[in-house]
């Protein structure tokens, strides 16, 4: 069974960056997203990619977060800059399949944005 593989959540400042990782085999997706789940709240999208490269994302990380790919690690990045407080959360990875339309999330990684 196809896994996507996450890493790079940790503990930041405000105002700092971090970039997750997801691996997994690229080509056998439709389109890939990033949500994340505060505690005590429900998960939420943060963006999103498609094959093709387009993306969008949320208000809330509009400006700071960035989302992209690299066909050849096969790996989708989630650069995070300018962290607030409110960004603390679990960040997971999404992927789409693209035969099967099935849904494949990565394990979760938490990100703390803490003075």
């Known amino acids: 069974q196809v896994q996507l593989v996450e890493s790079g959540g940790g503990s930041v400042q405000p105002g700092g960056s971090l970039r997750l990782s997801c691996t997994a085999p690229?080509?056998?997706?439709?389109?890939y997203a990033w949500y994340r789940q505060p505690p005590g709240k429900q998960r939420e999208l943060v963006g999103s990619?498609?094959?093709?490269?387009?993306?969008r994302y949320a208000d809330s990380v509009k400006g700071r977060f960035t989302i992209s790919r690299n066909v050849t690690k096969n790996t989708v990045y989630l650069q995070m800059n300018s962290l607030k407080p409110e960004d603390t959360a679990v960040y997971y990875c999404?992927?789409?399949?693209?035969?099967?339309?099935?849904?494949?999330w990565g394990q979760g990684t938490q990100v703390t944005v803490s003075s």
């Open positions: 999404y992927a789409k399949g693209r035969i099967d339309f099935a849904d494949y």
């Open positions: 990619v498609t094959s093709g490269g387009f993306t």
């Open positions: 690229l080509s056998i997706f439709s389109g």
